[in-house]
């Protein structure tokens, strides 16, 4: 089957626009044979009702995004039309249907799922509401108009909006293979999951790391490594792999356990999401990012990442290696850059346009 590609420019009632901003990839896979691929820069702005008025929340597509696997399909047999899912946080989703004509693919449907009740990106909101958007027909490159759809979520189930805990303490962690150290890092972790309570309300559990308090192992070899944190009753396993065409390291995967407060009615909870592709640098190099950032376990489970630096497999003793930073990092330089940038320029121009009068003015006396 031909891949449908989808290109930058994607818009719609949420308002699929970009500045600053990197596109980022997913694939949709099946039997090892790449069906869809996409690079997408999305923007979002959500009109959404807060506590007697509304609040526009406009936030981007972040790198944390993942494929939703059982979600996605290339399209074939009870499902035949391709359709590429992404979810971020917990439970949005942009989701993209795709309708094959002649000689092309295009979008023909674009739904635009959201969570009031995530306190992230709707730190206000005072109603758990799920709103969707789609587009119909939609061309990759051409902008429609969309048509809105709410459904509102029964009230036993929207909390208020939870305040979340200070961002946790930075912990150093390593893992010690045959050759030495294998697995350096430094980083912040917070844990947060979803839960059903007893009562039928949705609650959130937030947890963080203490380093002090939280226990490492692990193991690694040639081209696979495993980092494995415990805190009380929580514990989390990174995976990380080596790409030897390339000599890249990355997140593959992440591993959740932990067990919930007592008014949930499922007391354990276990989540893992071995499809990722994040924290990635050159072999020998440490990758660097300040900006918080989201690694998405499944719709109700993410973990938060701060400060973080790691660096895995070929390690010079116990240092970090040259860095290699994350984008959201090089975009908050690239924004004052930018900005100095202009203001030169403008300085520039009055600068000449005061020259060129000064000239005019001049000329209009002559020497007697």
């Known amino acids: 089957m031909a891949r449908p590609r ?24 099946e039997s090892g044979k790449i069906c869809i691929t996409a690079d997408l820069l999305v923007n979002f702005s959500v009109e959404y009702p807060a506590k007697g008025h509304q ?12 494929v939703l696997l059982h979600n996605s399909t290339c399209g074939k047999g009870d499902a035949p039309t391709p359709v590429l899912v992404i979810g971020f946080g917990m439970g949005q989703s942009l989701s993209l249907k795709f309708m094959k004509t002649s000689n ?58 939870t305040t979340l805990p200070q961002n946790p303490a930075v912990g150093k962690y390593n893992v010690t293979g045959k050759n030495g150290t ?32 939280t226990s490492f192992s692990g193991n690694c070899d040639n081209s696979s490594a495993f980092l494995n944190l415990t805190f ?3 514990k989390l396993i990174f995976h990380f792999v080596r790409n030897t065409s390339i000599e890249k390291f990355f997140l593959q995967g992440v591993t959740v356990s932990t067990t919930l407060p007592p008014e949930a009615k499922k007391p354990q909870f276990e989540a893992v ?7 990635g640098a050159s072999v020998g190099n440490s990758y660097m990012c300040n900006a918080e950032e989201t690694l998405l376990v499944t719709q109700g489970a993410f ?28 975009n908050n330089m690239l924004i004052p850059i930018i900005v100095g940038a202009a203001l030169a320029g403008l300085v520039l121009i009055v600068l000449i346009a005061y020259l060129i009068g000064r000239k005019r003015s001049h000329a209009g006396y002559q020497t007697i």
């Open 273 to 279: 999401n071995n499809s990722m592709s994040e924290l």
């Open 232 to 234: 009380g009753k929580a």
């Open 55 to 66: 609040e526009m929340a406009n936030f981007a597509l972040p790198q944390t995004g993942t």
């Open 6 to 29: 989808v290109p930058v420019l994607l818009a719609a009632a949420a308002a699929l626009l970009g500045f600053l901003q990197t596109s980022f990839s997913f694939e949709v896979k």
């Open 104 to 161: 092309q693919y295009r979008v023909e449907e674009l739904t635009f799922s959201y969570n009031l009740s995530d306190a992230a990106f709707f730190p206000s909101a005072s109603a758990g509401e799920y709103e969707c958007t789609r587009d119909k027909p939609m061309t990759t490159i051409a902008t429609t108009t969309a048509r809105q759809t709410t459904s509102q979520v029964p009230t036993t189930t929207s909390p208020a909006p």
């Open 182 to 213: 294998c697995v350096l890092a430094s980083m912040g972790l917070q844990l947060n999951v979803s839960y059903e309570s007893k009562d039928g309300k949705t609650g959130l559990d937030v947890l963080n790391f203490i380093p002090s308090n």
């Open 303 to 330: 973990v938060n990442l701060f400060s973080v630096q790691v660096q895995v497999f070929k390690i010079d003793g116990d240092k970090f290696g040259a860095v290699e930073e994350c984008q959201l990092d090089e």
